[in-house]
């Protein structure tokens, strides 16, 4: 049973699809790596809850699962909470605590030392430990306690839970080792699996395994066979001349940060919003990132791609038309998104056409959200409001969809796309 709490308030998505939990609209919500962090709009209130993985031999909570050390070395006046009201097993302290660096002993005396208080709970799920750290004002705010712990009691656990990205390579690891054993296979912590000599990314691969971990075989199983099937393709595939593929090769948005960490050898440009351009080849079920030493055996330069795959994608939706779906009323704020997935909706935004068409509706001057590859939104600017609206969905789509793009919104007008960050009062 999970605690009632107001229909207007906003769901947020754990790390791994492991949990969900329902807190005040407006709140901002982040994650990082294990690590769903919820801040208040006026930044007074603050939630961190932190997902770690259990050995198996790990049968009940203790108090040392609470990481007091860690967490508040100097602390005082700690006293255990009642548990919450929930199905999984919990325990929770509280106490004050000096934040910071430990003060050594022989200073205390003459320092001014800043107690804040603070609640720690930790709460079991199987194998699953999430660690919930509040921190209070220097006054006791009985109205903001109410609401954490109102927003505690609203967490609800995913069944079956997902196995942690490193539990799911070494599963695929597994699977790929035992399906082709003629080929050296490896994995490693960046989740990039090597097979021979073809290696591939299984981030998406495992943000959509999070969302159905009961499909585990039925997820992995196709990229594990394209990823053999690229064994066989001559040295003229992997390398084809331009005119070979010139028809083909079509933009694709990605994270920047992904493409300069991890993809930095592919054909890319940085565009707005921490996005960057890649191009791809268009195949019959797939497409492949092309390489920067080829387009420099092709002798272009990534300005000359751009233009050919922009041209490309044009095409490809005067073939394929987008059926967008338009929402909201006369006179008033109005809403568009495709109304089917589609690989390339979302760079459908890299093109003058296309924001031209959306203008005659939308207004000169527009907001739209690229939360995945397969999607976007595009509002008019008559409504913070729906704006406000957008961006909260944009976030909590961006945390749950496969090939996440951006959780930043664009403004687009006559003068090209930028980032949106308001509007001046």
């Known amino acids: ?21 329902r807190h005040p609209s407006g709140w901002n919500s982040q994650t990082d790596g294990n690590i769903l962090h ?26 040392h699962s609470l990481l007091l050390e860690e967490i508040f070395p100097v602390r005082r006046n700690v006293v255990s909470l009642e548990p919450l009201a929930i199905p999984q097993e919990n325990l ?13 002993w022989w200073q205390r005396a003459a320092t001014s030392q800043e107690w804040r208080r603070w609640r720690v709970r930790a709460i079991k799920c199987h194998s699953l430990c999430v660690m919930v750290i509040y921190l209070q004002d220097e006054e006791f705010d009985p109205e903001a306690d109410t609401i954490m712990r109102l927003v505690m009691r609203s967490i609800e656990f995913s069944e079956p839970l997902a196995d942690p990205p490193s539990m799911f390579a070494d599963r695929v690891l597994s699977v790929a080792r035992h399906q082709y054993p003629e080929f050296l296979c490896t994995v490693d912590d960046q989740l990039q699996l090597r097979l021979g000599d073809s290696t591939i990314n299984l981030f998406n691969v495992y943000r959509r395994y999070t969302n159905s971990p009961e499909q585990f075989h039925e997820i992995v199983q196709p990229t594990l066979e394209t990823l053999h099937d690229v064994q066989n393709w001559s ?15 079509m933009p694709m948005l990605y994270p920047a940060s992904t493409w300069k960490k991890q993809f930095f050898d592919f054909a890319a440009q940085t565009w707005v919003a921490g996005l960057a351009i890649l191009y791809v080849v268009d195949e019959t079920d797939a497409y492949w990132y092309v390489r920067q030493d080829l387009i420099e055996s092709w002798g272009l330069s ?14 490809y939706f005067a073939k394929n038309p987008m059926e967008l779906l338009q929402t909201g009323e006369p006179g008033g704020p109005q809403l568009l998104l495709p109304q089917r997935p589609d690989a390339y909706n979302s760079a459908r935004l890299l093109s003058t056409t296309f924001h031209a068409s959306l203008q005659e509706i939308l207004g000169r001057e527009f907001v739209a959200g690229v939360p995945n590859r397969d999607f976007f939104v595009a509002v008019s600017l008559d409504s913070d409001d729906v704006i406000q609206q957008v961006r909260a969905k944009v976030v909590d789509d961006h945390n749950r969809m496969d090939h996440p793009l951006s959780k930043r919104l664009l403004l687009i007008s006559s003068d090209g796309v930028s980032e949106f960050v308001g509007r001046n009062k």
């Open 38 to 63: 919820l801040t208040s709009s006026d930044d007074r209130l603050s939630l961190t809850l932190y997902s770690t993985w259990l050995a198996p031999a790990v049968e009940r909570l203790q108090d």
């Open 302 to 315: 990534v300005d000359d791609l751009h233009a050919i795959a922009l041209t490309n994608l044009n095409e």
């Open 1 to 21: 049973m999970t605690a009632h709490v107001p229909e207007h308030w906003t769901r947020s998505i754990g790390p791994s699809n492991w949990f969900t939990l």
């Open 235 to 249: 040295d003229s595939r992997l390398n084809p001349g331009l005119d070979e593929i010139r028809n083909r090769i």
């Open 92 to 104: 929770g302290v509280q106490g004050e605590a000096v934040l910071g660096p430990e003060t050594p």
